[in-house]
């Protein structure tokens, strides 16, 4: 039996080592437990602005940002900001402001002029933060020249004179921008330029002296985008993203990055860093799914506020692919105190004009005090990078997506559930669909994300206007409001509410209501499946909640179709909507739009199921598959090529000296002269030229040989001992002669058509082979009278 090839061991530990660590394959996405659709919804669910503005009419609502104080919830658009009342909203009233202000530009033609476009020229809204508690500081582009003012929180009415807007709000409303008060000064980030060439952090406003970003240089800011603003202890904190310069030889590659400055910088000497941040620092922001080769969500799109994550206080951020890559969003989480200990590492710098970017190691380092000397001012100006990056929470990220639209957006409810225990995230895409996930770990120890709904948010012909379809669907806002219940959800062209979880579906139907892993729907015993709204909310039986299959008035497996109609939009389950058989298994429906909302629910999939194989996996299966398939292959080819010489020439001479037995057999001397020598050697026979044999058995007494009639060299594999084998030699087809076959080793002599030797000659007497058999016999036989 032949052995087994050398590296057979090799490739079976690695089969077992791809086995153990299928773990680090790429997370696959989840499937969604509920698809819903919500186009036909309710008229009191959106808002698309005034009904009598004729621009609104024509270019819809333009939204710019949220902000929700108390129970006042803000929308800041293109020349108004509306007011809506969330406790009104929650007694049913729908989404209709209770008041407004209008701000509209006066400079229009001139803007015009300058080459912009008309629709270009309106006032768009694009900061909109609390001053204090009783004032609001809004600012508008203003037709590309933009300006501020301040405005009565309950009122909207103006209070004092304009403010100039450079520096503190954009002049274009495609331009990014954040701002925030802390300590009383305004701390704002965007374009301080008509081109957008001059990215900015800056101070002003406030008792502290009036402090921005080195000018035009690439190593504080390149290309900037900014996402979201954040004041934590002494510093505030800058989320954006912008154009690496440290990764320069791989093209435009966008990084995410946090700046901070502190709150107590009076800036820098009038020969270094004067009227310029002294504490300015930046780092980067890893999300990215570890392994032998680490993919990277480089993109920052939207980020939270503090929530709390397995209890440290952690920010929230969507982060997609490069843009010439291959599509796919993650959500990363990012703890507070992981930030703050990131802004202690090294200093980052480049050696050469080509070089990589190295951690600083010459000391000693500047340390980072107030009233600094000047040779540490210059060292800061030229090392604003920290080294390393921020690691996500988990080191990895808390959901990826790769098969579906890139995400946008997001809000975070980390106090839901019945014990105010459960993080839930609602994250909004750019095809105008909302999700609901549930990120891992959590009460139950998910190890995996969950995916409890899609929907499909998006109306045109209620959010239509004149931008292009796939810029009106992009979902440009969410805004979470617990304490009614619901999640505001912006596009450009309107604003819609949903209510975060349509518990009433499940009706009476208790498996079906505790399947759906919904920490916002709970067991009621009287009333079914009811909405949970925290410690305060609907009561329900904490013994009827525990995941069970004692019940058996469900199937396990539902698959529901149902229609979502206004009275579901409320709070609690509604009344007048009959629930659905629990035994019933209708065909699902496909999502239309219509007067209602058609969806289906699908069960959960086992949270240890892998619905894919790991690449490393299939890469050892591969490999063991090619090996075993190559050793087989071996064999077969072998074996094949040892018989491929039955029943054809070989001109090749073999000239190998035959193995002689320790008593060579004679051939009997009656016999006719010999024409070939029969060797058996092993477990292969051979018939070979006679006059070349006779030169290899000079000296011996094996018979005579004759040279005239000399068969061809014939190979026969795995003679098996006292079996009978026929051999031919001459034209085709060959003419076929008797031999047996007796072990260790036999040669025969074969000459003329009659040669029946007896086996006496050859062992002595004691065996007799019998008469030849005809030549219409088989091949190979046993003859009688041979021991097995």
């Given at each position: 039996?032949?052995?087994?090839?050398?590296?057979?061991?090799?490739?079976?530990?690695?089969?077992?080592?791809?086995?153990?660590?299928?773990?680090?394959?790429?997370?696959?996405?989840?499937?969604?437990?509920?698809?819903?659709?919500?186009?036909?919804?309710?008229p009191l669910s959106w808002f698309r602005g005034l009904e009598d503005d004729a621009v609104v009419a024509e270019l819809g609502l333009d939204f710019q940002r949220f902000l929700t104080l108390n129970r006042t919830l803000l929308v800041a658009a293109r020349d108004h900001?509306?007011?809506?009342?969330?406790?009104?909203?929650?007694?049913?009233?729908?989404?209709?402001?209770?008041?407004?202000?209008?701000?509209?530009?006066?400079?229009?033609?001139?803007?015009?002029?300058?080459?912009?476009?008309?629709?270009?020229?309106?006032?768009?809204?694009?900061?909109?933060?609390?001053?204090?508690?009783?004032?609001?500081?809004a600012c508008g582009t203003n037709s590309f020249s933009p300006v501020c003012r301040s405005y009565g929180i309950t009122s909207l009415k103006q209070e004092g004179e304009e403010l100039?807007?450079?520096?503190?709000?954009?002049?274009?409303?495609?331009?990014?921008?954040?701002?925030?008060?802390?300590e009383g000064s305004l701390y704002s980030a965007t374009a301080a330029d008509f081109q957008a060439s001059d990215a900015v952090v800056?101070?002003?406003?406030?008792?502290?002296?009036?402090?921005?970003?080195?000018?035009?240089?690439?190593?504080?800011?390149?290309?900037?985008?900014?996402?979201?603003?954040?004041?934590?202890?002494?510093?505030?904190?800058?989320?954006?993203?912008?154009?690496?310069?440290?990764?320069?030889?791989?093209?435009?590659?966008?990084?995410?990055?946090?700046?901070?400055?502190?709150?107590?910088?009076?800036?820098?000497?009038?020969?270094?860093?004067?009227?310029?941040?002294?504490?300015?620092?930046?780092?980067?922001?890893?999300?990215?799914?570890?392994?032998?080769?680490?993919?990277?969500?480089?993109?920052?799109?939207?980020l939270t506020g503090p929530v709390d994550l397995y209890g440290r206080p952690a920010l929230f951020g969507v982060f997609t692919t490069q843009t010439n890559s291959i599509p796919g969003s993650a959500v990363c989480a990012f703890y507070l105190d992981d930030i703050e200990r990131g802004f202690e590492g090294k200093f980052k710098e480049q050696r050469s004009l080509d070089g990589p970017w190295l951690p600083v190691l010459t000391l000693p380092l500047p340390t980072r005090l107030p009233d600094l000397p000047d040779d540490v001012l210059t060292f800061i100006k030229a090392h604003p990078l920290l080294d390393p990056a921020v690691p996500p929470a988990a080191h990895q990220p808390l959901l990826t997506l790769?098969?579906?639209?890139?995400?946008?957006?997001?809000?975070?409810?980390?106090?839901?559930?019945?014990?105010?225990?459960?993080?839930?995230?609602?994250?909004?895409?750019?095809?105008?669909?909302?999700?609901?996930?549930?990120?891992?770990?959590?009460?139950?120890?998910?190890?995996?994300?969950?995916?409890?709904?899609?929907?499909?948010?998006?109306?045109p012909s209620r959010c239509s206007g004149k931008r292009a379809a796939q810029t009106e669907r992009r979902v440009i806002g969410l805004e979470l409001d617990t304490e009614?219940?619901?999640?505001?959800?912006?596009?450009?062209?309107?604003?819609?509410?949903?209510?975060?979880?349509?518990?009433?579906?499940?009706?009476?139907?208790?498996?079906?209501?505790?399947?759906?892993?919904?920490?916002?729907?709970g067991w009621h015993s009287s009333r079914g499946c009811v909405d949970i709204r925290g410690p305060g909310g609907t009561d329900v039986d904490p013994a009827g909640n525990q995941e069970s299959t004692e019940h058996s008035d469900c199937q396990a497996s539902l698959a529901l179709t149902w229609s979502l109609s206004p009275a579901l939009l409320g709070p609690g389950p509604s009344p007048e909507t009959p629930s659905p058989p629990c035994d019933a298994h209708p065909r699902p429906q496909s999502s239309t739009l219509g007067a209602h909302t058609q969806g289906v629910r699908r069960d959960l999939?086992?949270?240890?199921?892998?619905?894919?194989?790991?690449?490393?996996?299939?890469?050892?299966?591969?490999?063991?598959?090619?090996?075993?398939?190559?050793?087989?292959?071996?064999?077969?080819?072998?074996?094949?090529?040892?018989?491929?010489?039955?029943?054809?020439?070989?001109?090749?001479?073999?000239?190998?000296?035959?193995?002689?037995?320790?008593?060579?057999?004679?051939?009997?001397?009656?016999?006719?002269?010999?024409?070939?020598?029969?060797?058996?050697?092993?477990?292969?026979?051979?018939?070979?030229?006679?006059?070349?044999?006779?030169?290899?058995?000079?000296?011996?007494?094996?018979?005579?040989?004759?040279?005239?009639?000399?068969?061809?060299s014939l190979r026969v594999p795995h003679l098996q001992p006292s079996w009978t084998l026929r051999v031919s030699r001459g034209p085709s087809p060959p003419r076929v002669y008797l031999l047996t076959v007796f072990p260790p080793v036999l040669e025969r002599g074969v000459g003329g058509e009659k040669l029946a030797p007896s086996v006496s000659q050859l062992f002595g007497g004691n065996r007799r082979t019998p008469t030849p058999p005809s030549l219409s016999q088989a091949a190979l036989t046993r003859p009688s009278g041979l021991p097995p």
């Open positions: 039996m032949p052995r087994a090839p050398h590296f057979m061991p090799l490739l079976l530990l690695l089969l077992l080592l791809s086995l153990s660590h299928t773990q680090t394959a790429f997370p696959q996405d989840p499937l969604p437990l509920l698809t819903s659709d919500l186009q036909g919804t309710s900001v509306f007011s809506f009342d969330l406790q009104a909203q929650e007694e049913g009233e729908g989404l209709v402001p209770n008041k407004y202000l209008t701000w509209r530009s006066q400079d229009m033609e001139n803007c015009a002029v300058r080459g912009k476009l008309t629709d270009e020229c309106h006032n768009y809204i694009r900061v909109l933060v609390p001053w204090d508690s009783q004032t609001l500081l100039s807007g450079q520096a503190r709000c954009p002049f274009d409303a495609t331009q990014s921008n954040v701002a925030i008060f802390a800056y101070r002003s406003l406030g008792p502290q002296p009036p402090l921005r970003s080195a000018k035009y240089d690439s190593k504080w800011l390149r290309e900037p985008h900014f996402v979201h603003a954040l004041e934590h202890g002494d510093h505030v904190y800058f989320f954006f993203r912008e154009v690496s310069v440290e990764d320069a030889r791989l093209g435009r590659v966008q990084f995410s990055r946090v700046a901070r400055v502190c709150k107590r910088d009076m800036g820098g000497s009038p020969r270094a860093l004067d009227r310029h941040w002294t504490s300015f620092l930046k780092l980067r922001l890893n999300c990215s799914v570890p392994g032998d080769s680490t993919f990277y969500f480089d993109v920052l799109q939207a790769t098969s579906r639209a890139l995400l946008t957006q997001l809000a975070v409810d980390g106090r839901a559930g019945p014990y105010s225990n459960t993080t839930v995230l609602f994250l909004g895409s750019n095809d105008g669909m909302v999700l609901k996930v549930l990120p891992p770990g959590g009460p139950s120890g998910r190890r995996e994300p969950i995916l409890l709904e899609e929907i499909n948010a998006y109306s009614g219940h619901r999640l505001f959800v912006a596009f450009s062209g309107c604003i819609i509410y949903l209510p975060l979880s349509r518990c009433a579906q499940h009706g009476a139907c208790q498996r079906s209501c505790l399947a759906s892993q919904d920490p916002y729907c999939p086992p949270a240890s199921a892998s619905l894919s194989v790991p690449i490393p996996l299939l890469l050892a299966c591969a490999a063991a598959a090619f090996a075993l398939g190559a050793s087989v292959s071996g064999l077969l080819v072998s074996c094949a090529c040892r018989r491929g010489y039955r029943g054809r020439a070989l001109k090749r001479v073999d000239v190998e000296k035959p193995q002689l037995p320790p008593k060579p057999p004679l051939v009997s001397p009656s016999s006719q002269p010999a024409a070939a020598i029969l060797t058996f050697k092993g477990s292969c026979a051979r018939v070979s030229n006679g006059a070349l044999e006779a030169r290899a058995l000079k000296g011996q007494e094996h018979g005579r040989i004759s040279k005239d009639r000399t068969p061809p």
